[in-house]
Every structure is written in C-alpha cells, then in structure tokens.
C-alpha cells in the first residue's frame, strides 16, 4: 500500500518516497570485455531504523530521592545499516536477449544441460572464495565451473590462479553479475544452483518461445522480465540497454507482443480500477485530502469533474468513476509514456522514482514497464528512421515546458516483452537469470 501523504505512484504497491538522482542517459553498448567489472551502480542508502513506540501504561510512583534524577533519560538511537552492496550489472552484451534463433539456441542449450545432469551434475561449491585461496575447495570450484566452460581446462590444480578469476568473471558476465572474480553472494548462490534446475529453466524458456512468432525487424525493443532489462535493437545489435522495473510477483509483468505507436510527453495517467479499488479508496476513506494533494481529478461518465468528498468511497461505485492524475512532476508515469497497444493496457513509461533503479531487485511495479534512461529510448524512437525527428535536447526541453506532446510513428517499432530465465544467444553463450515468477516448474519440478 501507498504511504499516507506520498504521491501516488504508478503500478506499484510500495512506499516510493526517496528522493530520486538525476536521470542520465546510457551509453551505446559495446561489444563485451568480461576481465573488467562494469561501472558500479548507485546504491541507495538504507532506511533509518525507528524508535520503539513509548509505553503508554504510566509507571508506579517512585520514591522522591534527594538528587533525583532526569525524568527522561534520552536513548541513543543505533546507526542505520549500510545498504547491501549491489551485486547484479547491467549487462553490456551487445547480443540481443532476443533473436530470430533463440528458440533453436536454446533448445539446443537444454539438450546440453540435459546431458550433464545425466552426468551427475556439478559439485556444490558451499564456501566463499577469492583470489589467493588454496585448497580442495579451490579444485571444487573449478569443476563446478568447468562443467558449463570448456576453458578451463586444469580441474585438479587446488591454486587459485588468473585463469581462475577469468573463469569467475566469465560466470558472472552470464548471470547478469558484477564481474569482481570473488565467489560470495548472489555469486556463489547462483554457483550451487543444481544442473537439473538450469536445465528446466532452458526448457522452460524454450517451450514459452515456441508459440511466440515475433515480427522482427531491422528495429525492434525487447523486455527479457527476469532481466530486469530493455533492449533498443538495431540491425540485430544491442544499440542502447536500460534497467527496468518490471511486475511484481502479484502483478506479473505479461509476456507480449505490441507495437510502439507514438511517444507522450507529459502525460496524464489514468488509474487501473484495481487501484481505485484496492489503494485509492481505502485512503481517501481515511484521508479525504489524498486526491487532491496527488493531483487527481475525479471525472464521471460524461467526463464532468466532480468533487471527491462528494463520493462514498467505501461503495463499490466509487470504482465508476475515472480517476486521472494531471501531468506534472509528481505524475506517476514520469515525464514520458511509451505508447504500444496491446490486451493487457500496459506500456513502458518513466517514473519519479528514480533512485529505485539502483536496487539489485526491481519486480516493483503492477505491471508495466519503468525504464531508467527513458528519454534517451524517447530520442531513439524519434530519431527520424520511424517516422518525427526529435532529439534529445528538444524532448527535454518539451518536458520542461510542461505541455502535453504526443509525437506519433509512421513506422510502427515492434516490441516483445518475454520470459526468458535461460537462454542461448546466436553465439552459444548460455546465461540465466531468477525465475521470480515461479513459471520454471516443469514436471514437479520447481527451481531450488
């Protein structure tokens, strides 16, 4: 639920009132160099801890002492915690996530899989490691690795070398890591992930592809979901790659096909009857003022604005009405709304939440789609190959203005949302990410 007094924030069920960083732009992706970790994200800062609440029983009566002492002594409140260092990058693959051969690489990836689960598997590798360490764990770790990387070639040595730390990073690279060569965390978590469960995350993927026919084209964008990641695609190369906030586990983000129509600049944002229902109505009985310091209009069916202490909101018409929030600084989509038709009414958009892209989890929203950099997509689309020319500069300043813009293609952009926890791209390369939404249980079979 949203917090009392915040502005209301689009497809999300959670407090979002951090201040946010500036929006920079990406950088071109370029072609992959897995022995340098890539830029660390911002990381935000944890949140305070709270006071207990006081006691509101009173106490006996003590006795009156000659000197007596404070009435209140003050508590000295603990530190807040550091925030967890962020462990997943961005990938700078410049290979699309999805490709016209992903079903056939896939599928042939899963066969592989399959081959070393008969196998018997990979060890558990169970222990934290970093270069310098020696031993027989050492020598575990490289069969572990070994059994999906065909460079490593020496599994007995119990030495920790260069090699070593390549092949590290090389495993990070694909699972969507920081690439620092040390084995702790999100790393040796996904390490001691079992064979047979990579393999019914590849099967899993390829049995979703297998009715997915996209219309690629020389352009198109592509959402892989449990990437956390969109793709601007241009002659079958990665040209742009930004972190997204996709659904939640309760509010899964669709697996799709759409196409982008137009780009809105400053857009107003009409709220789902879901969150009429379930968010906005509880608040509004608690808080009458909500709407109005949000910046929501209550409209009725002839699009009449009507005064919101004028509706119960604890009866089910209260869900009737339409509800919009003006554009504006605080509009829950942000200064841009990527529009891209489609069943389930979602779309990608901006968000003033800025500061919640540099978080290692981000299955936040209720639906759509966030995307970090979302101007910079803006500026792509509107670069003059689908349609209106309209450079980064002139969006922003369009933004600035505060007036409403819709900027429409005359070449329509194709756009997949996918959900892919398992993949091979055209080269071979097999990566993974988390199956959040629980779709890999594939003959009983649940991801460990």
């Not at 709270?50 to 007596?68: D, E, G, I, K, L």
């Not at 270069?131 to 050492?138: C, L, R």
């Not at 004028?310 to 009405?321: G, M």
């Not at 929030?325 to 038709?341: F, T």
Request: proline fraction near 10%.
């Amino acid at each position: 639920m949203l917090a009392t007094g915040a502005p209301l924030r689009a497809e999300t069920a959670t407090p979002e009132t951090a201040p946010a960083p500036a929006q920079s732009a990406p950088t071109p992706v370029a072609p992959p160099a897995p022995a340098a970790p890539p830029e660390p994200a911002p990381v935000t800062s944890a949140p305070p801890v709270s006071a207990a609440p006081q006691a509101t029983t009173p106490a006996p009566a003590a006795p009156q002492a000659t000197n007596p002492a404070p009435a209140h002594t003050a508590v000295k409140k603990p530190k807040p915690k550091p925030a967890p260092p962020r462990e997943t990058a961005l990938s700078d693959d410049p290979t699309p996530a999805l490709q016209p051969q992903t079903f056939f690489t896939t599928s042939k990836a899963a066969d592989h899989y399959r081959q070393i689960v008969d196998r018997g598997g990979w060890p558990k590798v169970g222990v934290s490691l970093r270069p310098g360490a020696k031993g027989s764990t050492v020598s575990t770790l490289r069969r572990r690795l070994a059994a999906e990387d065909e460079s490593l070639v020496d599994t007995a040595k119990e030495k920790w070398d260069a090699d070593l730390t390549a092949a590290v990073k090389r495993f990070q690279y694909r699972l969507g890591l920081k690439q620092t060569g040390v084995v702790a965390g999100a790393t040796l978590r996904e390490l001691d992930v079992p064979a047979e469960t990579r393999f019914h995350q590849l099967e899993s993927t390829a049995q979703r592809l297998t009715a997915f026919d996209f219309a690629f084209g020389p352009r198109y964008i592509v959402v892989n979901i449990p990437s956390t990641a969109v793709d601007a695609v241009e002659d079958d190369r990665v040209v742009r790659r930004y972190a997204a906030i996709v659904g939640d586990p309760e509010h899964h983000s669709p697996e799709l096909q759409a196409k982008v129509v137009a780009v809105n600049i400053n857009p107003t944002w009409t709220v789902p009857v879901s969150i009429i229902k379930n968010e906005i109505a509880p608040k509004m009985l608690k808080d009458p003022t909500y709407l109005q310091r949000s910046h929501i209009r209550v409209l009725n069916a002839q699009r009449e604005e009507v005064d919101p202490r004028s509706i119960n909101w604890a009866s089910e018409r209260a869900a009737q009405y339409t509800l919009r929030q003006d554009s504006g600084a605080d509009n829950s989509l942000g200064s841009i709304r990527i529009s891209m038709p489609n069943a389930h009414s979602v779309y990608m958009h901006d968000t003033p939440s800025r500061n919640l892209f540099a978080n290692d989890y981000r299955f936040l929203s209720h639906g759509c789609v966030r995307v970090q950099g979302v101007v910079d997509l803006a500026a792509w689309l509107l670069d003059g190959e689908s349609g209106p020319q309209m450079s980064k500069d002139e969006i922003n300043a369009k933004i600035a203005s505060g007036e409403r813009e819709e900027a429409r293609l005359t070449q329509h952009v194709p756009v997949a949302w996918v959900y892919m926890t398992g993949w091979a791209s055209a080269d071979g390369l097999v990566h993974f990410r988390d199956d959040v939404y629980h779709l890999d249980e594939v003959s009983g079979v649940a991801e460990q």
